[in-house]
Nanobody, 125 residues
């Protein structure tokens, strides 16, 4: 069982930055791929970013590429999402997720086994 707890959400103005954190339980955190997804009101959950267990490989949605950076600290069992140049369309509940098994896909929410409770990010224009 893996527990994930997100933090760092809030209300910011367009152009500002936020850093989300996701703390994970478990002694094998470094073996999990981790992802960030988001869900805006009335929309389906969508992929934002993912990172391999080692942290060497990262993946991004086109909509956030160049503005968001995913990283992880395996010593602290924590994954981060640095969000810069925020836009109103980034407003959503952000979820972190852990993928404990092997899969070739980092983009599909169906590949992830555990989810956090979500943290609200609101960007005012």
């Amino acid at each position: 069982q893996v527990q994930l707890v997100e933090s760092g959400g809030g209300l910011v103005q367009a152009g500002e930055s936020l850093r989300l954190s996701c703390a994970a339980s478990g002694r094998t955190f470094r073996s999990y791929a981790m992802g960030w997804f988001r869900q805006a009101a009335g929309k389906e959950r969508e992929f934002v970013a993912a990172i391999s267990g080692s942290g060497v490989t990262t993946y991004y949605a086109d909509s956030v590429k160049g503005r968001f950076t995913i990283s992880r600290d395996n010593a602290k069992n924590t994954v981060y999402l640095q969000m810069n140049s925020l836009k109103a369309e980034d407003t959503a509940v952000y979820y972190c997720a852990a993928r404990t098994g092997y899969s070739a896909s980092y983009y599909s929410s169906k590949e992830y086994d555990y989810w956090g409770q979500g943290t609200q990010v609101t960007v005012s224009s």
